[in-house]
C-alpha cells in the first residue's frame, strides 16, 4: 500500500481471479469495468485468468491450472495462485467466476478475500434455480433433497438441453457445500441483488457480511431516438430455454401481424427458436440478428419500440434489461430473481407473471399501442438507472475491501 501526499488515500494492489479474461457475458463485463475504475482511482489491478488465448494480456496473469481447478482438483492452481499473489504483493484479492472452492479457502487464510456470487451456480447445483417441468424458479435452499429434485422437476437440464447425469448432479451438490463452506470464512461476499442476497442467507450464509453491489452501467451520451416506423419489439440475451425467448414468440402470436420482432444473441436454441418461429407462421415478422457488438446495439435499440426480457430462471440481477433502460427503451419482463429491483413496474417497464406468454403479450401490447406512455417510460429508466454508475459500483467495492482487510486484520490481533 502507498499514501498519497500524506493523506489517509492508500492505493491497494488488488487481485481479480477469473477463469475468463474476455468480455463473455455479464460477470466478465461487470469484471472489466470495475477493474478500469478501480486503475482509475489508483489502485493497481492485476486479473489471473485461465484463457489461452489472452495469455499475453500485459495486465494479467494467465494461468492454465486455474480453468483445471474443481472441487476435487486444485493443488495446481492453489500453488500457482498463492505464487503469483505473492510476487505481486497483494493488498486484496476478489475471486470472481472461478471453480475452485478448495483454492479459495487457502487463499482466504493467506490473504484479505471477497468472492462475487455472480450467478446461483455455486448455490444450486441444477446452476439456475428453475424448474422446466414446473416451470417455475426454485426458491429452495439447495441440499440433498436436490438429488431426488432434480429428476422430478427436471432441474437437471443443461443450458444446450443435455442431461446432468444423478453422479453429476452429487458432485455439483458437493462443490455447494464446499463454496458455502469457503464462503463462511472470508471477510465480506459480493451479490448483485436483494434477491441474491436473501438466496444466500437461506443457505446459511451471514447476511451481516454480504455486500450488495450492483453492476455498472455504461450511460449512452444520448438515448436512442424512438422508433417511428412499424411498431417493432427487441431481446438480447443467449438462446437458451432459460431465456424465454419461446415465450416471446409465442406471444407474438397475440399481437398485432404489424408488430416485428428483433432477437439478438445466440445459443444451443438457435435452431429451435428459428423452427418454432416457422411453425408459429412469424418468420416473415421475427429477425434473427446473431450476435451483435456491444457498441452497435445503439441500432438495435433504436428501431425498437419496446424491449422485452422474458427470462424464466431468476436473473441475479439482468444487465440486458439495464442496458436497454440505459438507452431509454421500456423493458417489458417477467417477474423473477433481481428484475423488479430495477424495473420498477409502471413506472420504468411493465412486469408480467412468469412463464405467461398471454400475459407477456399483453403488457407489450399495452406499451406498443401507447407510444406516448412508453416514450415517458423510457425517459424514465433513463434517468433511474443512471445511479448503477461506475463511480458507485467502485465505491462500494473499495467499502467490501476495507471491511475484509479489517476483518483479516483483527484476526491476528486476537
Known sequence: MRRFNGASLFAMRIVQINEKYAVVGGSEKTMRRCVDGLREAGHDVLIIHGEAEAAGEADAAFLPSVNRASLFRGAGARRDILRVLGEFGADVVHVRNFDGPSVVRTVSRKYPTVRTVHTPWTYCPGAVKYWPRRRQVCEQPFGVKCLIRHRRFGCDVRNDGSVIGRAEMARRLAACYAFRGADAQLGAVVVTSRWMKEMLVSAGQDGGKIHIIPPPVDMPPEPAEMNSGPPRVAAVGRMTYI???????????????????????????????????????????????????????????????????????????????????????????????????????????????????HDLASKLRTLLDDPGRARAMGAAGRDAVRKYSLARHVEKTLAAYGEVRARFEARFRK
Open 243 to 357: 431465456k424465454g425467448l419461446d415465450d416471446l414468440l409465442r406471444a407474438m402470436t397475440y399481437l398485432p401481424a404489424t408488430v416485428a420482432l428483433t432477437l439478438v444473441g445466440y445459443g444451443p436454441q438457435l435452431t429451435s427458436l428459428k423452427s418454432l418461429a416457422e411453425r408459429l407462421h412469424l418468420s416473415a415478422r421475427v429477425r434473427f440478428a446473431g450476435w451483435v457488438n456491444y457498441e452497435d446495439l445503439a441500432e438495435i435499440y433504436r428501431e425498437a419500440s419496446v424491449v422485452a426480457f422474458p427470462s424464466l430462471w431468476p436473473e441475479a440481477f439482468g444487465n440486458v434489461g439495464v442496458e436497454a433502460l440505459s438507452y431509454g427503451r421500456p423493458v417489458v419482463a417477467y417477474r423473477v430473481g433481481g428484475i423488479p429491483e430495477w424495473l420498477e413496474d409502471g413506472k420504468v417497464g411493465l412486469l408480467a407473471e412468469p412463464a405467461d406468454p
